[in-house]
Structures are given as structure tokens and as C-alpha cells.
């Protein structure tokens, strides 16, 4: 879209930052409006750009005489306001007088500096008049001089104002349009001229660059986010189909803080000086230099900028993000730093590392280098804090923090921000433009680094507390035992299948003679739709009964469904299959497995008995065998039987864990976050056990879980005594103990 150029065009570049035609805006045509007049009305007061310098020549007339000289009595130029107060003593009336000193100036004037004062008579007063000055310097009458020859000699009219004349005290009010000349107005003459020296608002309907300058743009998006959230604000909490739910708060404190940052940045590098209302104006220093302009500011920050990429490294700057705090002290308990800025700065310690270098203790070697880093102020507040600024766990985007860390690619080594010194080179042309970030070696305490960059993610793979897992395959076969009887059902015959179910039927057959809860049948039958019809497509049993020496009764009822029946036959003769009893449900079957049968000793194919497993969740988001249907008792079994279940697809464990992902324990709940994996060895190496639970330690015999890569297996051993590698204080230890004889009573004194 082409950059806007009218009212009407920022309106609509607004409402596209915040997501139309996408997302439905809710603000009212006149809030938009209202947020466009106060941003307008805001850059054309404090922004430098919204105002320009001009000097307007007025004309003294005799009315600005007359008025100006009125003496506080009933007459031209006197405002009277009229003071009442009523009481037991009667009612008092006072009459107020206020001189009318003033000449009104147009509206587009925002503020006033100074003014000059000349006139058209000839010259009097010998050659120690200012007139007479001013004529020595070629500056001839002035209403023949044009404003730019005034503007060039300016610096002459200052000295000799100075030196010559008194200071003429002058008021202002931007809101009254006045400006109040406190002189001796009876001394003036008509037809003189003064000069005001003065600022006026840039009109953006004659100059429509304004609409389309960077901080009326944002300052107005801004204004509308607030706003937008301001009126979701009521609906908090109110869920639209789908679960989702109306947070205007966040909106509105979106639009605060940018709205925030935007007046910050104002007062850094935009505002003018505070122009509403001048008084006595005596400068100290030359108003005709002005100690550091926006462009000289821009020329250096330029320079610097161009410096730094010809003479600096490219480093990678890592902020801290906060996972967690403590609600007490705010204390930092969990950071992580996931995201990575490529950023040029040029390396102060030139010489060397600084800090104390490397230091020998009885703790171990400890490593203090220290490296001082400047960079661009303008290149983060441009290029990294926008990025930061939308994330979340970000607490200050708007400059480095004292925390972050920096990839310093020269040594291959991470370096913690200490301090952030903003103020050096100090207001160089009224203006900072460099950070300078003093940094120490970043000494790792299980925080998470995962910055997608290898060099820098491997600094710390083999550091902090760091503990083992021996895992396997997380799938396991299931095991059961038959059990053996006579007397049973051979084989149930659906003689009607009914129709109308809405739900599963209930299959009821009657009691074994033996008395034996054990000995009785029980079976479930599974329906089946075929034309929008639902009926029974089959009955299976789960227990094939005993001792029974006639066919049982069934009853099928309930199910919503009608006419269904079933009729059976039994053996009395041989043993069959009546029964499986689950010893082990194995675990991680995708589908139910196949479980496979033997023929009975001397027996015949027909005479096999078959089974059908069925499989459930085992709590762990895997299935297990919960129980084996007798889909066919079989006969003539001598012996029980060696059954057997197919294995899980499992049972070799499933996928590959990811570096830095978090891990779960799925019976303990306790989680970890990788450090290493060995799929060949089946080693898992972990550091931070316990983030974000209470628990500290993972089960032998329990599935892990990786909750980013999915890959799931079981532990067989949880080797819970962690390996502090960067502790390095146990080699010197252990040395230690070489030197000193402990079976003395004082190995440090006398014997």
C-alpha cells in the first residue's frame, strides 16, 4: 500500500495494523476520530517535526495603544468581572480590573521565544542609539528588510539587545492566543513593528507528510489498541462458542505500554522544549547554536553505526526469558533463553580478556574472564527490542538487561550481561548512542538454553546437574493361563438378532447346577448397523462355564433394541477352554494382538479352541490386554495349553528424543529436560529433574515420555546420584587426600 497521505488513509493504515479486514475492529467511527485529533495534537506540541520556526511581523495600531495603556478605570481595553457574595451581613459586590496588555496571535503559534521591536521613523539619538547601530551593520529600515536578511543578522540584533536595552518581559498562552507585552504602552507609536520570534504548528491538510510520519503511525495504533481494549474490557470472561474467551485486558494493556514507550521515546529523542508559556528570556548560552541538532545526532549514531560494522565482531545476543518466579520476592527461580539476535559490536578489552582470569582454588579452577562490548543503540532499540517486545516472558525489551547473555564467537563462549552502562560517551551533542554491555563468563546454572544454534547450545550440554536413565523398549508382551473345563458351552447360536438398539444389550445365562459362581457363564454381545438398522452382529463369551448338564438359558435385554434371541449347545464329555486368566496385560499394543492356540494333543483341527483379545488404555496414553474373549472353548484338551500373544509393535520403544525437550515420567509425573540421547545404548541423559513438579526422581519400570517428540520407552534403571560436572572440585579433592594423613588426631598441628 502506498504510504498515507490524508486523514483518511491513516485511518485505514491503522485499522490494518490492528488486523482489518481479518479481524472484525470493534471502535466506534468517532473513536477513531478522537484517537487521530489527540495524536495530531500531540505531535504538533512536542514533536519536533510537527513545528517549524517562522518569525511574524506585526504592525502596532493605535487600538493595541489605547488598550494597552488603560489604567485599571472604566475605559477601552478593561475586562471587569464582578465579584458576589452574599451572607448575614448583607451582600458584598467587588469590581476586579484587569488591563488588556495583549495583541492576539494565530492560532498555529505554539509557542514564543522572543520578540524585537523596530520602527520606521529616522534616525535620532546620535550614534549611541541601536538604531543607529543597526545602520552601521547595513540592516536598513525594516520594512524594506525581508525576513531572510533578519534571519542572517539575527546574531548582531541579539548582542546589541543585550548590551543596549532592557529585557522586555513578555507572556504567553497558547490556549488564550495572547501575548501579553508588559511595556510601557504609552511610549509606543503607532505604526511600529515588532518581530516574534516564534513555532507553529505544521497544518497536516497544507503538509500530508505528517500523515505518514513513523510516530504519528504508531502513536496512533496505539491509541486505538487502547481504546479497542477499553470497550472488550466489560465482556472479560465472556466464552464465544468454541471455549474462547474475551480478554479486552490484555488489548488495552498492550496499547498502554506501547503508548508508554512511545512518550519515553518522545522525551529521548523527539520533544522540543517546553514551549507553553516564555517568560523573562535570558539565554546562557547562544540560541543561534544549537549545542547538537536531530541531524547532527543522526550524522553521529551514523558514523558510529557504519564503525561498528567495519571494526566490530558479530556476536549473538540471548535475552533472559523468566519461566517462573517466586510470588514472594519476585525472585527468579526457572529462565530459559530460546530465542538468538545477530547484532555487530565492537570488543573495548581489546587487549585480552579482562576480570581475573583463570584462578586456582580448593574448589576447583575457576574461570573469570570479563569482556566489555559496545554496541548500537539505535540498531537495538530497531532491529531486537520490536522482536522482544512481543514476547511474553520478556519483562524490559527496550534496551539489554543486566542477565542476558552474548555469544562471543572469538572464543566460542557465553558471557552473562553484568552491567549496562548508557551514558558513556556522556550527552555527546546532547545525545547517547552506544550501549555498553559489561560482561562476565556466564557461569551455567541449569538454565535452558535451546537457541536453535549449535555452537551455542553445546556450550552447556555436558554441564550442571546431569543425571542417567538405562531405558528400554517401552512395549510388553501379554501372558495368560488357561483354564480348563467340562460341562461347558460349545457354541452359542444367534437365532434372532434383534433391531432398534440404541445402545449394548445385556446377555444373561442361567447358573451353572454346580452352585459355583466360578462355573458360570457370562458373555457380551457386540452390535452391528447395517442400513440404519442396529442389531446384534455377535456374542462372545468370557466365561464358557462348568458342570452344566443342559443348555442354559439366555436372555438378551436392555439396549433399547427388541426380538433378539440365542440358543446354545454344551459339552459334557471332554475338556475345553472355558476361561483365560490374564498374568501379564503387556503394554503398547496399536492394535489388539493375535493370540494363537494349540490343537489338543491326539485331537483334530475343528477340535482348536480360539480366543479374541481385546485392549484398553493403560493409563499412560498405551494399551494393554484387558481380557481374551473365548470365541470357540474347543474340546478335547488332556492338558492346558501353551497360549500365545503376539508381541506389540512396541516392544522395541518408539521415536527419538529431542535435545533440551522436557521428559515425563508417566507413573511418577516427574519431568526432566534432555541433555543427551543414545538410542543404540538406550542412555538418556538428563538435567533440571523435578521442573515443575514436586517430584524429584523417575521409577524403575515406568514409561518416559518426551512431550515435544513423542517418543516414548520404559526405564530400567534411574541412576538418581546426578553427576555435577561443573563441579570440578572432587579432582582436587581427591588429591588433596593424598597429602594429608587422616589417622592423625591434627594432621594441621603438632604431633
Known sequence: MAAPNSRGQLINFGLRKLGYPVLEINLDTDQIHDALDDTLQLYQERHYNGIERMYLKYKITQEDIDRGSAKGTDGVGIVTTTGISTNTAGTVSSNFYETSNFIAVPDHVVGINRIFKFDTSSISGGMFSIKYQLFLNDLYY?????????????????????????DKQIRFNQRQDRLYLDIDWGAQQKDDFIVIDCFRALDPEEYNQVYNDPFVKRYFVALMKKQWGMNLIKFRGTKLPGGIELNGREIYDDGVRELEELRSRMMMDYETPPLDFIGWWIMALNPHFLQGSRGEQRLVQSLINEHLKIYGVEITFIPRKFVNQSTIIEEVTASKFDDNFSLEAYVDTYDGYAGAGDVLTKFG??????????????RFEEFIAPFMDADDDIELSSRPREGDLVFFPLGQRLFEIKFVEHEEPFYQLGSNYVYKLKCELFEYEDEVIDTSIDAIDTQVDDVGYI????????????????VLGTGYIREIFLNNDGSGFTGTPVVSISTSPSGSTGDNATAVAFTTSIANVTSIDKILLTNAGANYTTPPTITISGGGGTGAAATCSINTTSNGIIRFTMTDNGIGFGTAPIVTIPIPN??????RAVGIASIGDAGNGFNQVNSIFVSNPGAAYTGSPTITIADPETISGIGTYFFNEIVQGMRSGTQARVKSWDADTGILEVGNVGIGTTTTGFFAGEDIKGLTSGALFSVSNFDDDTDDKYNEGDIFESEADLIIDFTESNPFGSF
Do not use: H
Open 142 to 166: 525594516f520594512n524594506s528588510v525581508n525576513l531572510l536578511q533578519y534571519a542572517m543578522t539575527k546574531t548582531y540584533l541579539e548582542d546589541i539587545d543585550f548590551l543596549l536595552t532592557t
Open 365 to 378: 579452577m575457576s574461570l573469570r574472564d570479563e569482556v566489555t562490548l559496545t554496541i548500537s543503540k539505535e
Open 467 to 482: 543425571a542417567t536413565l538405562q531405558l528400554v523398549g517401552v512395549g510388553r508382551t501379554a501372558t495368560t493361563t488357561p
Open 602 to 607: 491326539a485331537g483334530i483341527a475343528s477340535d
